[in-house]
């Protein structure tokens, strides 16, 4: 099992060169060689959602997929999202609802909900609903995730950033 | 942000000086660093010599342990130890989990690897620990365990039949409790009724599914002999506890870090024989050890909850008064009681529960807890709350459809009045103060009720059956030591806060229970902000250290609000009482003369700032050699609560839900689902509604979709995410949530809990709402989850 290849990509916006073996999925990669915290796992066969990250632009199962095969890709977490603005006005609109508890499928939500508004941005609430199906929370019961983000959607076809909430620690 | 209806009745007495958070939807406190990706969950923790466990477990539901070859795995690259039963229960003590109140209850000695014996398919065998996770199960494969299978007892019906063989011979049964109960005249009661309804209950067994699974670092550091566990866990004193009685350890030796927690729900609040093991392996190897379960894991060694089969009938009169209930309880809790709290209390918990809601006066009950070779079941959100509901809520529609009477009017007719408080519920428990009559007429109004019936038989007229469905229910919360104190187990009921006035004027809290997700930091944040005098962004929150916080219960039994928040609320009053008896030195003025706002000292009766607390700080801890002599200023303060006013403070809801069923596939919708719910002083709006729909969620996925499947031979059939059906947000309806505050008046603060009543209600509310959607069809179906098959054979088209 110690065969490895060497594999290169931009991570968030750093160019990450790394030697891994073939079996390593790209979340185990990012969150155990690179120590990115973002991006979780809570199942390993592709069910939850909890470790969805983007490759290329478009998002994907984390756990599912191989390092390896991000060879030469952009791949991108919630914390390069994070930094780079992407998914501010999704990140007020969660804070503002409470559209979080746990906070474990969070960033596998978020950027579940950047795709929607990007891809889909009429949807309904019912559309809503179905698009981040694929996402697990077992925590809020959905609603008030389904509200943060018809508010982003809401706001952006009135042309309207988020308000931010005031932060505390 | 929340609905008009979210915020009605929100009209309480401020409960300090100058109120100004408390009864606000402040955002949460912590929030944004999660949904940045910053949070601090078990497995982003990498220490040096790190080693990672995997456990063999058990591959059948009970075997026999003959030879363990271990040699081919230790030899494996990266491997530091490969552990079995016998090596471990040198370090770790064995234990069993009885309770002294529940007289009669027993249990056998469980290890935390399996010696001799394997008594449910998960349970671990052998440990192997290497550098690396992947090291780690690569070994894992080349453990060889000679093992034969023993004969299992799977079905809880027969686990007491003498035929049945024993799970633990020197128990001399299966039987691990019982409890009788008979109150009032049942016989009379049932005799003289005009209407008797009965039906069997069935309740699938279900899992938490927490999205981070159980997980934890144990880091024994020889130097020091100390013992440092990060854990993902809901009680990290009773952790502290049991690490120390189980590896003879004392107190001081062992620190116990919770950071955040990935989702619990009452699946983190037990110990767990892989817990132990991780211990006892760091112990061996005197270096840290990571144990993280994948999900198979989790599917068969996270506790399970609420296998029941309960008999239920009802009595009522012509007039609509229910006369009596009588059930007979049938639960299997697996090979083991659970450690600490036990298997017994979920089933001991139906039997205190049933009818709670109604002022009938009789009451027979039941209970029978089996063992069984099962994954262990033990306490899970609404610990029989759910199970209790359902049948109460189940029979009254019964009776109700009986007299022909609305549901609704039924309820209303039959709930405890709200002024007959303080009283006794017909088994026993004591409320203190509830509020049924309003909560119906609330969800009432809320739902437009008579327009929805009439959309129902329009409907109906066209062959669409839509139902509507009711659940009032009682939720125990606050619970004093009459929970596990009285039967020995140390699991603290009172909690405490520390709180400081730091020099810069920041407030730092120390508080014993922890966040798992519920915003209980948030709320904390929001009773120091108004009984300190701070803003609240100068309020830093710390939990989850059994070093620094006050020694607590933690989160269990919905006791964070009204507990922990009670000890939040009289330390910080303290302080401010400190802090004025500083400024008055100060100042040299009375302390009467003066009061605090923002931040700020002021005076009483001018209002102009005299002190700012940076400066009260400043000399507070800086230049106490101006003030007078044998004075101390005293900026931290310790408060500790316990409720002991009654055994637990209840509260009470009612739920109802909307939803359509095809009697052509079974399938059911769920159109829209009302809760309101009575937790006392409502802290934060917006954090009680998620808890609410949070749990009405997690009681839909009991209803509807979530169970264990076994077969024959005790083997889970369903250990995936994707062969467990949890519900996910296209199968969800929106939940209107409205409050009622009842405060309670055990504590100043009022908070009674708000986190399990959601799961407790809304089983029953889905079940009779189908029910009535089936009533056209003369049929009806009370065994959950409520899949389709079943509707589809209750109306015969299967």
Redesign the interface.
């Known amino acids: ?2 065969l490895k290849k060497k594999i290169s990509m931009t991570v968030n916006g750093n160019l990450v060169n790394a030697e891994v ?1 073939p ?2 999925h790209l979340v185990d990669f990012l ?2 060689d690179l ?11 592709g ?2 959602g ?1 470790c969805t990250v983007k490759v290329d632009g478009q998002i994907i199962r984390g756990c599912l997929y191989l390092a390896v095969q991000a060879d030469g890709c952009v791949v991108e ?3 390069g999202l ?1 930094k780079s603005g992407v ?1 501010a006005d999704l ?1 007020e609109s ?5 559209a ?8 596998g939500m ?1 950027l579940a909900a950047a795709e929607l508004i990007e891809k889909q941005p009429k949807a309904n ?2 559309e ?3 698009w ?15 509200d943060a983000i018809v508010d982003v959607l809401d706001a952006r076809a009135k042309g309207q950033k988020i308000k931010p ?5 | ?1 929340n609905k008009p209806t979210d915020l009605k009745g929100l009209v309480l007495d401020p409960v300090t000086n100058d109120q100004r958070y408390i009864g606000n939807s ?7 660093r ?8 078990i ?2 923790i ?1 220490l040096p010599r790190m080693g990672h466990v995997v456990f063999w477990r058990s591959p059948v539901a009970h075997m026999k342990i003959n030879k363990i070859h271990t040699e081919q795995a230790s030899k494996m ?1 990266g491997v530091l130890a490969v552990v079995d039963g016998v090596q471990m229960a040198k370090v770790c003590k064995p234990w069993v989990a009885t309770l002294g109140h529940l007289a009669g209850m027993k249990s056998a000695p469980q290890h935390a690897l399996a010696v001799d014996r394997a008594c449910w398919q998960g349970e671990p065998v052998v440990a192997v620990v290497a550098e690396t996770r ?1 090291q780690a199960e ?1 070994a894992l494969q080349l453990v060889d365990v000679e093992w034969e299978e023993l004969p299992a007892v799977i079905s809880m019906e027969s686990a007491l039949d003498p035929k049945t063989p024993l799970i633990h011979p020197e128990l001399g049964d299966n039987l691990c409790f019982t409890r009788s109960l008979d109150v009032g005249n049942v016989d009379e009661a049932f005799a003289s009724a005009d209407v008797v309804a009965e039906a069997t209950f069935g309740f699938g067994r279900h899992t ?6 159980r997980c934890q670092i144990a880091d024994y550091n020889p130097g020091e002999r100390r013992l440092t566990v990060y854990h993902s866990q809901q009680a990290p004193h009773m952790m502290q506890d049991l690490y120390c009685r189980q590896f003879g350890l004392s107190e001081s030796d062992v620190h116990v870090i919770c950071k ?6 009452g699946i983190k609040v037990h110990a767990y024989p892989d817990d132990f093991a991780t211990v006892g392996l760091a112990m061996m190897l005197e270096r840290p050890v990571k144990f993280v379960a ?2 198979l894991e989790s599917f068969t060694s996270d506790i399970h909850a609420r296998e029941h089969r309960i008999k239920g009938r009802i009595a009522a009169n012509k007039a609509g008064d229910i006369l009596a209930f009588e059930i007979d309880d049938l639960t299997g809790i697996g090979p083991y009681s659970m450690f600490p709290r036990t298997s017994a209390i979920e089933g001991n918990q139906v039997v205190n529960l049933v009818g709670g809601p109604y002022k009938h006066q009789n009451y027979r009950a039941h209970l029978n807890v089996v063992f069984q070779n099962k994954t262990p079941t033990c306490q899970y959100r609404g610990v029989g709350h759910p199970i209790a509901c359902a049948v109460t809520e189940g029979l009254v529609d019964l009776a109700a459809q009986k007299l022909q009477m609305d549901p609704l009017e039924f309820r209303k007719r039959n709930v405890i009045p709200d002024d007959a408080y303080p009283c006794s519920g017909i088994s026993g428990i004591k409320l203190e103060v509830l509020s049924h009559e309003q909560c119906l007429r609330t969800i009432e109004k809320m739902m437009d009720y008579p327009a929805l019936r009439k959309e129902q038989a329009e409907l109906r007229k066209k062959g669409i059956y839509r139902g509507i469905g009711f659940a009032t229910l009682i939720e125990l919360t606050n619970p004093s030591p009459a929970f596990y104190g009285v039967g020995g187990a140390r699991i603290a009921s009172q909690d405490g806060a520390s709180v400081r006035l730091d020099p810069s004027g920041v407030v730092s809290v120390l508080v014993g229970v922890g966040e ?4 209980t930091e ?1 709320i904390y ?1 929001q009773i120091a902000a108004d009984a300190v005098g701070v803003s ?2 100068q ?3 710390v939990t989850g250290d059994t070093d620094v916080t006050p020694y607590g219960g933690g989160t269990w039994a919905s006791r964070g609000a009204g507990v922990g928040g009670e000890a939040v609320l009289l330390a910080c009053q303290a302080l401010q009482e400190n802090i004025l008896k500083l400024a008055g030195a100060i100042l040299n003025r009375p302390v009467s003369e003066l009061r605090v706002y923002c931040s700020y000292v002021l005076d009483k009766a001018t209002g102009e700032q005299l002190l700012p607390f940076s400066e009260i700080g400043r000399i507070g801890y800086f230049r106490t050699d101006t003030l007078p002599a044998g004075f101390s200023a005293d900026l931290m303060v310790t408060r500790h609560y316990t409720q002991k006013d009654y055994p637990f403070i209840f509260t009470n809801g009612v739920q109802a839900s909307y939803v359509e069923v095809d009697p052509d596939t079974g399938f059911v919708k769920l159109l829209k689902h009302w809760a309101v719910e009575d937790c006392g002083r409502v802290i934060n709006p ?2 009680v ?2 808890q609410v ?6 009681g839909i996925g009991g209803a509807l979709f979530e169970e264990c499947l076994y077969d024959d031979s005790g083997l889970l059939r369903n250990g ?3 062969d467990y059906l ?7 309806p ?2 209107e949530v409205a409050h009622v505050e009842t405060p309670t008046q055990s504590s100043k603060l009022g908070a009674k809990g708000a986190g399990e009543a ?1 799961t407790a209600g809304a089983p029953g509310a889905v079940q009779n709402a189908i029910n009535d959607a089936l009533a056209p069809f003369n049929a009806a179906v009370f065994e959950q989850p409520i899949t389709s098959e079943k509707i589809l054979r209750a109306i015969k088209k299967i």
């Open positions: 099992m110690s073996e079996r390593r969150r155990e120590h990115l915290k973002g991006p979780h796992l809570g199942c390993e066969q069910a939850c909890a977490t919630v914390e994070t998914l990140q969660f804070m503002r609802h409470n979080m508890q746990c906070g474990f499928c969070s960033s978020l609430r019912e809503v609903r179905e981040i199906s694929g996402n697990y929370c077992r925590c809020t019961g959905y609603h008030s995730i389904v909430v005031s932060a505390h620690a | 942000m402040e955002p949460r406190h912590g929030a944004r999660l949904l940045e990706g910053q949070g601090t969950y497995d982003d990498q690259p992947a690569d938490g599914v927490t999205l981070e699974p955040d927690v990935g989702g619990s729900f994948d999900r798992q997700g519920q915003g948030g944040a609240i962004n309020v830093r929150i917006m954090l509604n998620e729909r949070g749990a009405i969620v997690q995936s995410m994707a949890v519900p996910m947000a296209y199968e969800m929106d939940i959601g």
